[in-house]
């Protein structure tokens, strides 16, 4: 695994997978176990895909640009890489639209953590997403954490609800079309 010296992202970290719910079935907005957890967005969803394919749609810039905001393609499989992201503004979320990325960690085919931060120093947006594979049968159950909300601040709140749509209804959506597509 790649890691920058203690950043907090060796295995047994907290982001272990698991939220109880049946091969083959994603977890839909009632089934996430931590509901309760205002700091943290947890999604698991199965693909029908080995680890390997859906690694590749993880860290291959040509396709993180089919499934993510664009400036994923600036994405590098480098722990530090920096790159940039943008999307809509969200003024009730206090988002600016611009996303500052870092890679934190990685063990290929396994996991991938990430910092975001948005790039308006205003925002104390500063959350990690860490993507955790693991083999099921012959697909790939992938984990996603997003982790640093601030349960105290009501347009950190708004961002986490939104974002928590976006996962769900948009974002592994498009990630499972680019795996279908994908020869």
Same mark, same amino acid.
């Given at each position: 695994?790649? #890691?920058?010296? $203690? /950043?907090? =992202?060796?295995? $047994? /970290?907290?982001?272990? *997978? &698991? /939220? $109880?719910?049946?091969? $083959?079935?994603? @977890? &839909? ?39 993510? !905001? *664009?400036?994923?393609?600036?994405? %590098?499989?480098? +722990? &530090?890489?920096?790159? %940039? !992201? =943008?999307? +809509? *503004?969200?003024?009730? @979320? ?6 500052? +990325? ?7 085919? %396994? !996991? ?17 997403? #860490?993507? #955790?594979?693991e083999q099921e049968g012959r697909g790939t159950r992938l984990f996603l954490v997003h982790e640093g ?5 009501? @347009? ?11 996962? %769900? ?8 079309? =680019? ?5």
């Amino acid at each position: 695994m790649s #890691t920058e010296p $203690g /950043n907090g =992202t060796e295995p $047994g /970290n907290g982001t272990e *997978p &698991g /939220n $109880g719910t049946e091969p $083959g079935h994603d @977890a &839909g907005p009632g089934s996430d176990k931590g509901a309760d957890d205002l700091t943290t967005i947890r999604v698991d969803q199965f693909f029908p895909h080995p680890p390997a394919k859906v690694w590749r749609a993880l860290t291959d810039p040509g396709l993180l640009t089919q499934w993510q !905001m *664009p400036g994923a393609e600036d994405f %590098r499989l480098e +722990v &530090g890489h920096r790159y %940039r !992201m =943008t999307s +809509v *503004p969200r003024p009730n @979320a206090r988002f600016s639209g611009v996303v500052e +990325v870092r890679v934190l960690a990685y063990d290929i085919e %396994r !996991m991938l953590s990430v910092r975001w931060a948005d790039a308006d120093p205003a925002n104390p947006a500063d959350w990690t997403i #860490t993507w #955790t594979l693991e083999q099921e049968g012959r697909g790939t159950r992938l984990f996603l954490v997003h982790e640093g909300f601030d349960p105290d601040d009501p @347009a950190q709140l708004m961002a986490r609800k939104i974002m928590d749509g976006g996962w %769900r209804g948009h974002v592994l959506p498009a990630l499972g079309q =680019t795996l279908e597509q994908l020869r």
